[in-house]
T-cell receptor, first 112, second 112 residues
């Protein structure tokens, strides 16, 4: 499984864009990049995932570098409810193991 | 659509006892995953069930076991409880990893 490096914590002002980086330099060609977040004491919530191309949904945008060694999750207009721990997780979709391996993540604090 | 449901919400057991935790996946989801999150620590993968069979397990002792029923619901059993088993136990389900896992709200197990 590919290893990831994320900053342990970040602050963001409410209404501004939150850009959360993730380094996954050992990612394999078959591994997608998944992003989840966990609000205090709740179950993790799926945000977005991608393989090569940039992706956008109603929650966030995902920018993956051309060499796929890093990615950035963008919350375009952060709100106080976006305060959570954000996890970047490489995952290969096959029958041998669909398990998500959570690292330490980035604790994002959105401040008024 | 009902989400992933877990029961009980809270469980208090004495050291040495057995605990049984239950999970009902989203309708149509055939895979169930169990995770342990001890206080202040990250999410640790426990078990993965798919189509009634155990597909993978994390680095946990054999006293952590479970099963998946024909209706795809699942039980996690923890025998010979130890104080360090106190944690939030999360269940997730998926049918197609392309849409990510959906997590339940968890069972808070306290061993005294």
């Amino acid at each position: 499984d590919a290893k990831t490096t994320q900053p342990p914590s970040m602050d963001c002002a409410e209404g501004r864009a939150a850009n959360l980086p993730c380094n996954h330099s050992t990612i394999s060609g078959n591994e997608y990049v998944y992003w989840y977040r966990q609000i205090h004491s709740q179950g993790p919530q799926y945000i977005i995932h991608g393989l090569k191309n940039n992706e956008t949904n109603e929650m966030a945008s995902l920018i993956i570098t051309e060499d796929r060694k890093s990615s950035t999750l963008i919350l375009p207009h952060a709100t106080l409810r976006d305060t959570a721990v954000y996890y970047c997780i490489p995952l290969e979709l096959n029958n041998q193991g669909g398990k998500l391996i959570f690292g330490q993540g980035t604790e994002l604090s959105v401040k008024p | 659509e009902a989400g992933v449901t877990q029961s009980p919400t809270h469980l208090i057991k004495t050291r040495g006892q057995q605990a049984t935790l239950r999970c009902s996946p989203i309708s149509g989801h055939t895979s169930v995953y169990w995770y342990q999150q001890a206080l202040g620590l990250g999410l640790q993968f426990l078990l993965w069930y798919d189509e009634g069979e155990e597909r993978n397990r994390g680095n946990f002792p054999p006293r952590f076991s479970g099963r998946q029923f024909p209706n795809y619901s699942s039980e996690l059993n923890v025998n010979a409880l130890e104080l360090e088993d106190s944690a939030l136990y999360l269940c997730a389900s998926s049918s197609d990893l392309g849409t990510g896992y959906t997590f339940g709200s968890g069972t808070r197990l306290t061993v005294v």
